[in-house]
Each structure stands twice: as C-alpha cells, then as structure tokens.
C-alpha cells in the first residue's frame, strides 16, 4: 500500500493551496480517507476525513470554511482544498487511510503518506 501526497508549498497568508493524495495497493473506496497535520514540536492534529462514497465529511473547528476535502474513488485520490490560509496553518500535512470510522483519532489510521509541507507566510 502506498499513499503520496504533493502539492505543499509556500503560500502567502489568504492565499490557497490544493493537496492531494493518491493511493495505490488497496481497496481505495473501502477505506475512510483523512488529512492531518503536524507541526514542529506538536502532535498530529486531525484536520478533515472523508467518508467511504464521499457523502460525509469532517473538519477540525479551525479549519471549517475554509478547507474542503474531496475524494476520487474512480481515480484512487483524496484532496485537500485549503483557502484563506493562515500562517497557524504551516505543518506537514499527512493523508491517511483508515478501515475504521474513528476518523479523528490517528491510531486509528492503518496507512500513512509521507507527508508535504505548508508554510503560510504573514
């Protein structure tokens, strides 16, 4: 199983960015697809899921408005719109694929991307 991200980058404060995270090796539509974050010193904090058909989704309070999760099972991806960026949002952004609907918890999540980062400048 592998899970890549991309399309992190700098990006001035209001500006936007678009990740995505293409999966390969699994049952893509099978799994709950999430987005987390972490940046330095602090633990992964969960930022958005979206479920099996892509009907259901979650976001963090933070980022409710401005983020918007997608997913693709025809294509096996899962992006991450983000807009108005603010310089709290600057992190490695992970995606993740999880069989469980605990989709806030990271424990819960069976495979990891590597990661991109996002610096959001003031």
């Known amino acids: 199983v592998q899970l890549q991200a991309s399309g992190g980058g700098l990006v001035q404060a209001g500006g936007s960015l678009r990740l995505s995270c293409a999966a390969s090796?699994?049952?893509?539509?099978?799994?709950?697809m999430g987005w987390f974050r972490q940046a330095p010193g602090k633990e992964h904090e969960f930022v958005a899921a979206?479920?099996?058909?892509?009907?259901?989704?979650y976001y963090t309070d933070s980022v409710k408005g401005r983020f918007t999760i997608s997913r693709d099972n025809a294509k096996n991806t899962a992006d991450l719109q983000m807009n108005s960026l603010k310089p709290e949002d600057t992190a490695v952004y992970y995606c993740?694929?999880?069989?469980?609907?605990?989709?806030?918890?990271?424990?819960?999540?069976?495979?990891w991307g590597q990661g991109t980062q996002v610096t959001v400048s003031s």
């Open positions: 979206i479920m099996w058909s892509g009907g259901i989704k």
């Open positions: 993740a694929a999880a069989s469980s609907t605990r989709y806030f918890d990271p424990r819960n999540y069976n495979y």
């Open positions: 090796g699994l049952t893509f539509s099978n799994y709950v």
